[in-house]
């Protein structure tokens, strides 16, 4: 059973960071494409960052410069820093398995003074 628990979410500041982790299990974590998607409310679920199995990174062009994207594959686990946030990058924070149907439950990332 595959399972991806996200965590690292919260309340934060513009200008703040936040680290989001996802780990995974069920799956040889190694072999795959590892992603973030994030939904803002009533706006459609958008893909933010990808990671290659050798590391290779793609970036939503909305979070260059300012999000990283990174995976540990002996702790099964994908991270997302996230610097100088903006209110504009409220929403639920999503893992996922590329090119499968296997998500994790969101975290909630809330960016206000």
């Known amino acids: 059973q595959v399972q991806l628990v996200e965590s690292g979410g919260g309340l934060v500041q513009p200008g703040g960071s936040l680290r989001l982790s996802c780990a995974a299990s069920?799956?040889?974590?190694?072999?795959?494409?590892m992603c973030w998607y994030r939904q803002a409310p009533g706006k459609a679920r958008d893909l933010v960052a990808s990671?290659?199995?050798?590391?290779?990174?793609n970036y939503a062009d909305s979070v260059k410069g300012r999000f990283t994207i990174s995976r540990d594959n002996t702790k099964n686990t994908v991270y997302l820093q996230m610097n100088s946030l903006k209110p504009e990058d409220t929403a639920v924070y999503y893992c996922?398995?590329?090119?499968?149907?296997?998500w994790g439950q969101g975290t909630q990332v809330t960016v206000s003074s």
């Open positions: 996922k398995v590329w090119d499968t149907n296997y």
């Open positions: 069920g799956i040889i974590f190694s072999r795959y494409v």
């Open positions: 990671i290659t199995r050798a590391g290779n990174t």
